[in-house]
C-alpha cells in the first residue's frame, strides 16, 4: 500500500489535536504530582467559614476542558480538515477510551 500524502491542513490540525492533548496529559499529571505532594504534607486544619466548593471545581474544569477539545474537533471535521476516523480516534484518546 503506497503511502498516502496528508493535506497540509489535516497535518495541521492533527498537529493542534496531539499538542492539545499533550497540554491536557501535562497539566493532568501536574495535578496527579501537586495531589500526592499534598497526602504526603500533613492535613491542615480546615477553616469552618469556608465553603468545600474550589475542591469540586476541579473535576468540572477538566471536564469542560474536555469538551472544548472534542468541540474543537468537531469544528475541524465539519470544515472537512479531519476525516471521520481520525475524529473518532482523536475524541476516544482525549476520552481515555
Not at 76 to 87: A, R, S, V, W
Amino acid at each position: 500500500m503506497p503511502l498516502r500524502r496528508r493535506r497540509p491542513l489535516a497535518r495541521m490540525a492533527t498537529t493542534a489535536v496531539v499538542a492539545g492533548t499533550a497540554a491536557h496529559m501535562g497539566a493532568k499529571s501536574a495535578q496527579r504530582s501537586a495531589a500526592a505532594d499534598q497526602d504526603q504534607a500533613p492535613p491542615a486544619p480546615a477553616p469552618a467559614d469556608e465553603p468545600a466548593a474550589p475542591g469540586a471545581a476541579a473535576p468540572e474544569t477538566a471536564e469542560s476542558a474536555q469538551v472544548e477539545q472534542i468541540k474543537q474537533l468537531a469544528a475541524l471535521k465539519d470544515q472537512g480538515i479531519l476525516t471521520e476516523e481520525e475524529f473518532t480516534a482523536s475524541k476516544a484518546k482525549i476520552l481515555g477510551i
